[in-house]
């Protein structure tokens, strides 16, 4: 039997990332069009360069390891449930993702460029400009990315792909777009409209699924928990 909280928890944040209009990660200028052609040309990359493929809601980042290979941290669920590798290794979905990001499951795996775009255009060593960091030499990037393959903990927040990168390429764990998601969050908190929102979506929750644990405690703590912090 499924968890009720688990697929309610899954739901949710597929929505969160999926919100139309709200582009609180994306590094790209606003209407700036990403185009699914690939414009890259593979030859150009630098081994130890950083590849990062802009998306409507976020970034994803990978440090490029030579002869078509990307070693990027994914989040990815089917790693808790087997260790069959011919099953793991193939592309995440993004299904598989999202209960990765739940279940703090995740590799620092290798794919083809391909893969790792996803059909999106890739811009290379574009956080030297925006993090104004002096960059490490690429050699030593690329064998500190390769050093670090294999299973690791996800964290929205503490350890995602923005962290791996800027360890590998600048020695320092950095994620403004985590620091930008924590703002956003901030901004939800302090209106107190959120308090009431949160409280009405609480009881829809318990007149559609009854008067149980699972809907009733989020009903009180989540509301009372903005009251109290806004």
């Known amino acids: 039997m499924k968890n009720p909280m688990f697929e309610v928890a899954s739901l949710l944040l597929e929505k969160l990332l999926l919100i139309s209009n709200l582009k609180l990660f994306s590094s790209g200028a606003p209407g700036e ?4 052609s690939n414009f890259y040309q593979i030859n150009s990359f630098l081994r130890g360069d950083v590849l990062e493929v802009p998306r409507t809601h976020l970034t994803h980042y990978g440090i490029y390891l030579g002869d078509n290979r990307v070693a990027h941290l994914m989040p990815d ?4 449930l087997t260790e069959d590798q011919e099953l793991t290794q193939k592309v995440v979905s993004n299904k598989r993702l999202i209960l990765g990001v739940i279940g703090k499951v995740a590799s620092i795996r290798v794919d083809t460029v391909d893969d790792f775009a996803y059909g999106g255009d890739i811009l290379v060593n574009h ?19 390769e050093q670090m393959l294999g299973m690791t903990s996800y964290s929205l927040l503490w350890n995602n792909c923005e962290h791996f990168v800027t360890y590998c ?12 998601f924590c703002e956003t969050v901030k901004i939800i ?14 009881l829809v929750s ?3 699924l009854g008067m149980a644990s699972y809907t009733t ?3 009180i703590f989540i509301p009372f928990c903005l009251w109290m912090v806004g």
Do not use: F
Not at 170 to 176: A, D, E, L, Q, V
Not at 189 to 202: E, P, T, Y
């Open 217 to 219: 405690l989020p009903a």
């Open 33 to 36: 069009d990403v185009t699914t």
């Open 169 to 180: 390429r600048y020695g320092t764990r950095i994620s403004p777009q985590s620091d930008k």
């Open 127 to 145: 956080l030297d400009a925006s993090l104004q960091k002096k960059a490490l030499v690429n050699e030593e990037v690329a064998q500190r990315a």
């Open 206 to 208: 318990i007149v559609c």
């Open 77 to 80: 669920i089917l790693l808790a």
């Open 189 to 202: 908190i302090r209106d107190q409209r959120s308090v009431l929102a949160s409280a009405v979506l609480g």
